[in-house]
């Protein structure tokens, strides 16, 4: 379904950090990512991805998200979840995500079609890019689910309170699900760890990403903090990026990017859901 103007997202920043909206209702089919599905299917609803080789041991504890809110006691875990997309992804975008949420929605979904990272743009070629994005892959920065780990709902006063760092000292890294009709292809899709509490500012660091080595499919996923670097669509041999292990003790939010390219759109359709902290 097409979203109105006056819920269009409004969300903008370069590489990884970008800021969540609110979104239309997802149900509505998109043709274009229908018939570009083939293109960039990394796995379809019902096939469950295999389950790593070697899947680190230990307990898993669930993160359970009812509506927009991710709880867990046991870790002192309260945060939001929400969808978020760059202002060109964002006006063919739907999510389930958006308020007012029904209480037992369980799940994290959006449906759209990453636009291209479009060099021969107006707005690149003026450099008139669209603040707080300073270059064109922070024009067309794709699209995505986010979970903020430490962000206390303030229900008298009608919002959500500032992101706060949450210490995952205590844990390996996360485990969660990916299904849907279309679940990006491996080098379209990133699981992300942040640290930073300025969800608008126009700068990548304190973004942990996953590897090529470390692939996403459909089914079930572990990463572990070990496997997400630095930065990593920005590596470099010297100094060599450190791991998310550095930044365990301050983190704010988990992502699931769609990333974009300047060679064709990347369709997505696809859910989050049976997000869990695994633990040492």
């Known amino acids: 379904m097409e979203m109105s103007s006056g819920i269009r997202c409004a969300i903008f920043a370069i590489a990884a950090a970008l800021v969540g909206c609110d979104e239309a209702g997802k149900g509505g089919a998109l043709t274009a990512a ?5 293109l960039a299917t990394g796995g379809t609803a019902g096939t469950a991805g295999a ?17 927009a809110q991710l709880t867990n006691p046991e870790l002192g875990i309260q945060g939001s979840v929400f969808a978020y997309a760059d202002p060109h992804t ?25 636009a291209m990272v ?19 892959f922070g024009e ?22 500032p992101a706060l760092p949450f210490d995952a000292s205590a844990l390996q890294g996360f485990v969660f699900d990916i299904d849907g009709p ?12 942040e640290t930073s509490t300025d969800f608008n500012a126009a700068s990548d660091a304190g973004v942990f990403c996953n ?8 089914g079930t996923n572990y990463v572990l903090f070990s496997e997400l670097v630095d930065r990593c669509f920005r590596l470099s041999d010297d100094p060599a990026n450190p791991s998310a292990e550095t930044v365990q003790s301050k983190l704010t939010r988990i992502t699931w990017r769609v990333r974009t390219n300047d060679r064709s759109p990347v369709p997505f359709d696809f859910c989050v859901s ?5 633990l040492k």
């Open 34 to 38: 229908g018939a570009a599905g083939a």
């Open 51 to 67: 389950l790593r080789p070697d899947a680190p041991e230990g307990e898993s504890v669930e993160l359970t998200q009812t509506g």
């Open 90 to 114: 964002a006006l063919g975008m739907t999510s389930n995500l958006t308020p007012l949420l029904d209480p037992s929605l369980g799940e994290a979904c959006i449906e759209g079609i990453a």
């Open 118 to 136: 479009d060099q021969g743009s107006e707005i690149c070629a003026t450099m008139q890019f669209t603040p707080p994005a300073m270059d064109c």
């Open 140 to 161: 067309y920065s794709g699209a995505g689910v986010g979970m903020t780990l430490n962000q206390a709902s303030d229900p008298s006063a009608g919002f959500t309170t």
């Open 182 to 193: 279309i679940v990006p292809a491996r080098a379209s899709l990133a699981f992300h760890v």
């Open 211 to 218: 590897l090529p080595s470390v692939k996403l499919v459909a």
């Open 274 to 278: 049976n997000v869990r902290a695994l």
